[in-house]
């Protein structure tokens, strides 16, 4: 298993060590000991799983504030993602800036989004299914919304807004401009 820093440092990309043989193959898709090496440490509280029918389907851009902030550790388990994790963290010398990896079932990889974050994406293939953990439970109240292809983000999305596939909510979600300073940066 691989943990590497992205542009924004916060940010990890995992690329897991896969074990093929005639069967097909094993790997590890977390260690605790791995992970805390790289500086990766929270108790992951809840795991999620949401299968996205269309290619072209766009989740986010979607963030907890506190009390219930969250880390994510995504991965996908069927077809393949852009993932997004844009920095909201003020003061952050890349505020506003965003890290977007294609994560893909075949290969295995993970990213880790630390609280702080918004994080979505958009699946590259049909009936993409997408696995992540997050260190803090849903917290309705908490969760909180940022417009997918705000300009300001300049996020190279693979789709336009007539061929993403979004959930009313996610059609309406502010703008960067427009949110409230939620996180600041330590
Ligand atoms: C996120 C979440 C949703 N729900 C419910 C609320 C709602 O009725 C239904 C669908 O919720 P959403 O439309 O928010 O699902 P979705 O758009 O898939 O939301 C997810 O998007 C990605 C990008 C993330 O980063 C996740 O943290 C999460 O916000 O599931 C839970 O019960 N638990 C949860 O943890």
């Not at 924004?8 to 590890?28: C, L, T």
């Not at 393949?80 to 506003?96: C, E, K, M, N, Q």
Request: net charge negative; with cysteine.
């Amino acid at each position: 298993m691989q943990i590497t820093e992205t542009r924004i440092p916060a940010v990890k990309q995992i690329v897991p060590k896969k074990h093929g043989d005639a069967r097909g193959y094993f790997m590890e898709t977390f260690s605790a000991p791995i992970f805390a090496a790289a500086g990766i440490t929270e108790s992951w509280v809840q795991d999620n799983q949401s299968l996205s029918g269309p290619k072209g389907t766009v989740r986010g851009l979607h963030f907890q504030i506190a009390p219930a902030a969250q880390a994510k550790l995504i991965r996908v388990i069927q077809g393949a993602i852009l993932d997004v994790a844009v920095d909201l963290r003020h003061g952050s010398p890349t505020f506003g800036q965003h890290v977007a990896v294609e994560l893909t079932a075949d290969g295995g990889e993970q990213l880790y989004v630390p609280a702080g974050f918004a994080h979505g994406f958009c699946t590259l293939a049909p009936d993409t299914a997408v696995a992540y953990k997050v260190s803090h439970i849903y917290a309705p109240a908490e969760d909180k919304g940022l417009r997918w292809n705000d300009p300001a983000l300049g996020i190279g999305w693979p789709v336009t807004e007539a061929e993403a596939l979004l959930s009313a909510k996610d059609r309406q979600q502010p703008l960067l401009a427009d949110l409230p300073a939620y996180f600041t940066y330590a």
